[in-house]
């Protein structure tokens, strides 16, 4: 079996099975709203990758379209250092898998921005793998719309 988080990354990746979920991620610039791209989700889930700026690992955040909410479902690190978790908050499950740590979680986040950076490789994986820094460079608002609950 494979470990959840590459099974959950090939769902995002649109190497898994497909569910009807018919909705779109829009990225807009912030704050001024412009739309940069679109992406059309085939499951409910997609992730945002970076290079940590300190420890120059990799940082994977996994999340989770539920209507017009995104919830952060989990954060995949190698490392301690500053922005990682250290410990779980209360309902969260913190555990290590292969070289690094996983925090498992259900943080509703809204608005969900993005600060993108050429130098930590910020890259969108949602049905297709986007490097941010290719469409704006600065902040980026990612919305679902048309997704239902």
């Known amino acids: 079996m494979r470990a959840p988080l590459l099974w959950a990354l090939g769902l995002i990746l649109g190497c898994g099975p497909a569910s009807a979920l018919a909705c779109m991620l ?5 704050p001024q709203g412009g739309e940069l791209a ?3 989700l085939a499951t409910p889930l997609f992730a945002v990758s970076f290079t940590h ?3 120059n690992t990799q940082v994977t955040d996994f999340y989770e379209v539920r209507g017009a ?4 479902v989990a954060e995949r690190f190698e490392g301690d250092g500053y922005g990682l978790p250290a410990s779980p908050q209360a309902g969260e499950r913190l555990e290590r898998e292969g070289a690094g740590s996983v925090l498992h979680t259900q943080r509703q986040v809204d608005p969900l921005l ?3 950076s050429r130098a ?3 890259t969108l994986h949602a049905g297709r793998t986007q ?3 290719d469409l704006y460079e600065g902040a980026i608002l990612i919305r679902p719309e048309g997704c239902a609950p």
Request: proline share 0%.
């Open 120 to 122: 930590q490789r910020t």
């Open 69 to 72: 909410q995104v919830k952060l």
């Open 26 to 30: 829009v990225l807009r610039t912030h």
């Open 38 to 40: 679109r992406f059309n």
């Open 53 to 55: 700026s300190v420890l």
């Open 114 to 116: 993005v600060r993108v």
């Open 131 to 133: 490097l941010l820094a």
